[in-house]
């Protein structure tokens, strides 16, 4: 089992910035293997991936936030970071935090519990 815990949500005004955190704790010798995601999903929609950085490292942004946002990792740390820079009223979601890793042939999938971002003047 493996628990993502997401914190560095929080109120901001638009143009501002935030970075969210998700550290792994449990069974955590899988998070070198795993692609990491970050996922928002705003009142009334569907849930949305933001960014995913695979275990090489390679990383991927929704076309909404390209250039404003960058994911990161620190392996060492079981981490997974979200910098996210002049952000906007419609970035306000629930962010939550994915691991899917894969280790003979079984599929690990988890989920955090989510943090708030809201951006607002």
């Known amino acids: 089992q493996v628990q993502l815990v997401e914190s560095g949500g929080g109120l901001v005004q638009p143009g501002g910035s935030l970075r969210l955190s998700c550290g792994a704790t449990?069974?955590?010798?899988?998070?070198?293997?795993?692609?990491m995601g970050w996922y928002r999903q705003a009142p009334g929609k569907q849930r949305e991936q933001v960014a995913l950085?695979?275990?090489?490292?390679?990383?991927n942004y929704a076309d909404s936030v390209k250039g404003r946002f960058t994911i990161s990792r620190d392996n060492a740390k079981n981490t997974v970071y979200l910098q996210m820079n002049s952000l906007k009223p419609e970035d306000t979601a629930v962010y939550y935090c994915?691991?899917?890793?894969?280790?003979?042939?079984?599929?690990?999938?988890?989920w955090g519990q989510g943090t708030q971002v809201t951006v607002s003047s």
């Open positions: 950085i695979t275990y090489t490292g390679r990383s």
């Open positions: 994915n691991l899917e890793a894969r280790r003979r042939g079984v599929l690990y999938d988890y």
């Open positions: 449990g069974s955590i010798s899988i998070f070198s293997i795993a692609d």
